[in-house]
């Protein structure tokens, strides 16, 4: 089955500072979709991607999607204590392969 | 929308026992999902329906878990022998869902059932 490889596993910012983490297959993906989970919270959807090259902002988030479809990234523009978390990418397709998640800490 | 409910939130049990865990969707959603996680890791899928109808089971199920979504509503999922290993969050989502592109609709998560094994 699809298999997505997300790095890093940590990282730690200063808030302000940006945040990137990416996420990679070998395999040409149908879509790719954006999880944030919360310290003691569940999984909640961002945003999905489907066209080779597609880029969507959320406020001070960007994703994109690869044109090859095998890799995207999240990044977050000058972060926020309220960004901390762990963020996940998954492909779907019934169910959601999802990567290990990269754990964001923000220092105020 | 109410979101979608788990219960029981935690059960504590010793190693041996059983233990069903029930899930409530989405009342529009028609795809339920199920998925276990491991402190640090992220969700593993294990099973899903559309409506009533089992569509995948993960190798991870092995033969002690068992899961059912009876009339196309909530859905249950049993542990029987309850080993160490079975100590996880399990997740239960659910989404809309259909053929080709509506296939991929964004899955909507409760907030789990932490079982901890004694």
């Known amino acids: 089955g699809q298999q997505v490889m997300q790095i890093p596993q940590y990282q730690h910012v200063q808030e302000g500072e940006d945040f990137t983490t990416y996420c990679n297959s070998s395999?040409?993906?149908?879509?790719i979709q954006w999880y944030k989970q919360r310290p003691g919270g569940h999984p909640v959807f961002l945003i999905q991607l489907v066209k080779s090259g597609e880029v969507k902002k959320q406020k001070r988030l960007t994703f994109q999607f690869g044109e090859a479809k095998k890799n995207s990234s999240l990044h977050i523009t000058a972060t926020q204590t309220t960004d901390v978390g762990t963020y996940f990418c998954?492909?779907?397709?019934?169910?959601?392969?999802f990567g290990q998640g990269t754990i964001l800490t923000v220092h105020p | 929308d109410t979101g979608v409910s788990q219960n029981p939130r935690h059960k504590i049990t010793k190693r041996g026992q059983n233990v069903t865990f029930r899930c409530d969707p989405i009342s529009e959603h028609n795809r339920l999902y199920w998925y276990r996680q491991t402190l640090g890791q992220g969700p593993e899928f294990l099973t899903y329906?559309?409506?009533?109808?089992?569509?995948?089971k993960s190798r991870l199920l092995s033969d002690r878990f068992s899961a059912e979504r009876p009339k196309g509503s909530f859905s249950t999922l049993e542990i029987q022998r309850t080993e160490q290993g079975d100590s996880a969050m399990y997740l239960c989502?659910?989404?809309?869902?259909?053929?080709?592109?509506?296939?991929?609709?964004?899955?909507?998560f409760g907030d789990g059932t932490r079982l901890s094994i004694l």
């Open positions: 395999t040409t993906l149908s879509n």
């Open positions: 998954g492909t779907s397709y019934g169910k959601l392969t």
């Open positions: 329906f559309q409506n009533e109808a089992q569509l995948e």
């Open positions: 989502a659910s989404s809309s869902g259909g053929t080709g592109a509506k296939g991929n609709q964004p899955q909507h």
